[in-house]
């Protein structure tokens, strides 16, 4: 289910978390693409800016849209960091599994060491 076209995405403000640098309230928004993130404008007692800014991909992304949707197009309280495990990502999932395929072989192997070849010259 996309959740993108059920809601205005861009600015939608879909929880309310505390920095994790300054502890300051912060509302964690979505993007154009529906991506959630959050920048603090906190100052500490000095009046540093605090500036702090987090990201998140689609997983959790998906999972904050979700739960503000299931509350009724409020915000959520959210505690950072924001982790979601393996078995929550395959309770929401929306594709079935594929069983009739095989896992793909590992491919990111470093390549075989191949001797040196001399290209003559005054450095052998």
Known sequence: MNYNAE???KGTVVA???CECCDTPVQIK?????GA???CGGADDQGTPCCHSQRWGQRISWALRK???????????????????REAVA?????PANDDH???DNTNAAPQKQA???SGGLFP
């Open 7 to 9: 809601f205005d995405v």
């Open 16 to 18: 309310r978390a505390h």
């Open 30 to 34: 979505t993007n154009k693409k529906g």
């Open 37 to 39: 993130y959050y920048y």
């Open 67 to 85: 739960a503000y949707l299931d509350a009724g197009n409020t915000p959520v309280k959210a505690r950072l960091p924001i982790r979601i495990g």
């Open 91 to 95: 309770a929401a999932a929306t594709i």
């Open 102 to 104: 095989a896992p793909a």
């Open 116 to 118: 040196a070849q001399a």
